[in-house]
């Protein structure tokens, strides 16, 4: 599997721009994904990356860099429904097992 | 739509008590796998599944057994239950190997 590692917390203001980052290990890298988990409720897909480069949808981006084993995810325009938990998952081995990092705790406040 | 359908939400056991938790989905997905989810720990991947009849450990297996009978089912059985298995479970499966994984509610269980 891979080691994720991603900030424990992170707070930021309604409106503003907050980038949480990850870092993997490369070997037997497939591919990176982000998932929004609020209190109490399951994972749920926010993105995928497999390329280097950055993919936005909508308010959310994320960001890949293979050689470097680093991710980000880029959040726009904070709502208050934006806080929230935010998973980074690396997909490994032949059967692209995702492995979960700790994940990063979001506090928006007014 | 379904999904992914996880029973039961909650749960109460005494130590050494057996249970199954109960996962299902109707998508077709080949690959299906559990995850126990502790504060602080994120999501540990326990015995995934890549088709019926193949079934394999992942990090945190110990205490768990689990069989694949059916595409749609997916059962996490507990022969033994410690207090250490206290967590929140999720069931996830996902359609191809570069999916997104879909999960059900989630099942939380306390072992006294």
């Known amino acids: 599997g891979q080691n994720i590692d991603q900030p424990t917390e992170m707070t930021a203001t309604e409106g503003a721009i907050v980038q949480i980052n990850c870092t993997y290990q490369?070997?037997?890298?497939?591919?990176l994904f982000w998932y929004q988990q609020h209190a109490g409720e399951a994972p749920t897909f926010l993105s995928y990356?497999?390329?280097?480069g950055l993919e936005e949808k909508g308010r959310f981006s994320s960001f890949l860099s293979r050689s470097k084993g680093y991710s980000y995810l880029l959040l726009k325009e904070l709502q208050m429904k934006d806080s929230a938990s935010y998973l980074c998952?690396?997909?490994?081995?032949?059967?692209?097992?995702?492995?979960f990092g700790r994940g990063t705790s979001l506090i928006v406040h007014p | 739509n379904a999904g992914v359908t996880q029973t039961p939400k909650f749960q109460v056991l005494k130590t050494g008590q057996s249970m199954t938790l109960q996962c299902a989905q109707d998508?077709?997905?080949?690959?299906m796998s559990w995850y126990r989810q502790d504060p602080g720990m994120g999501l540990r991947l326990i015995h995934y599944?890549?088709?019926?009849?193949?079934?394999d450990q992942g990090e945190v297996p110990n205490g768990y057994n689990v069989s694949r009978s059916t595409t749609e089912d997916f059962p996490l059985r507990l022969l033994s239950a410690a207090p250490s298995q206290t967590s929140v479970y999720f069931c996830?499966?996902?359609?191809?190997?570069?999916?997104?994984?879909?999960f059900g509610e989630g099942s939380r269980l306390t072992v006294l």
């Open positions: 996830a499966s996902r359609g191809h190997p570069q999916g997104e994984l879909f």
């Open positions: 599944s890549v088709g019926a009849g193949i079934t």
């Open positions: 998508m077709n997905h080949e690959y």
């Open positions: 998952a690396g997909a490994s081995g032949g059967s692209y097992i995702p492995t």
């Open positions: 990356n497999v390329l280097d």
């Open positions: 490369t070997s037997g890298f497939n591919g």
